[in-house]
């Protein structure tokens, strides 16, 4: 009789990958977060949220219902920024903010924030 071979899936690839090193899964999410669709980033974030402390235990710390994050958390899930923030603060991580090429609004270009600081305040760096 052959002995059955142990098939592994991507995702049980990536969660192994994340529970060793955890800075692969916050760079994931990262790239996730950057250009990934919202379907993408749920399921990135129940990755992540799986692999670094499982996703009853994490409902637990953030003082979320679990089922409830099953559901936010999956390809037609909304989840709120509020739960978002609990969520990832109870597996170690948070939202940041990175400058992007400057967005055009309404015809015309728009200084990015640190220019338009400098300017108010009078400084002259930008």
């Given amino acids: 009789m ?6 592994r ?6 969660l192994e990958m994340f529970r060793e090193d955890p800075s692969l899964a916050r760079d994931y999410l990262n790239d996730v977060l950057s250009d990934g669709s919202d379907a993408e980033i749920n399921l990135a974030i129940r990755l992540v949220t799986t692999a670094l402390g499982g ?15 099953y559901r936010t958390l999956s390809r037609n899930g ?7 923030r609990k969520v990832l603060a109870a597996i170690g991580l948070r939202f ?4 992007v090429a400057p967005a055009k609004v309404r015809g015309r270009a728009v200084a990015p924030a640190r220019r338009r600081v400098a300017q108010r305040s009078g ?3 930008a």
């Fill in 123 to 125: 400084s002259t760096r």
């Fill in 2 to 7: 052959k002995a059955k071979r142990e098939v």
């Fill in 78 to 84: 909304n989840p709120g920024f509020r739960n978002l």
């Fill in 9 to 14: 899936t991507n995702e049980g690839s990536l």
């Fill in 55 to 69: 996703l009853p235990a994490t409902a637990r710390r953030a003082g979320v219902n679990a089922t409830q994050l």
């Fill in 96 to 99: 940041s903010v990175a400058a």
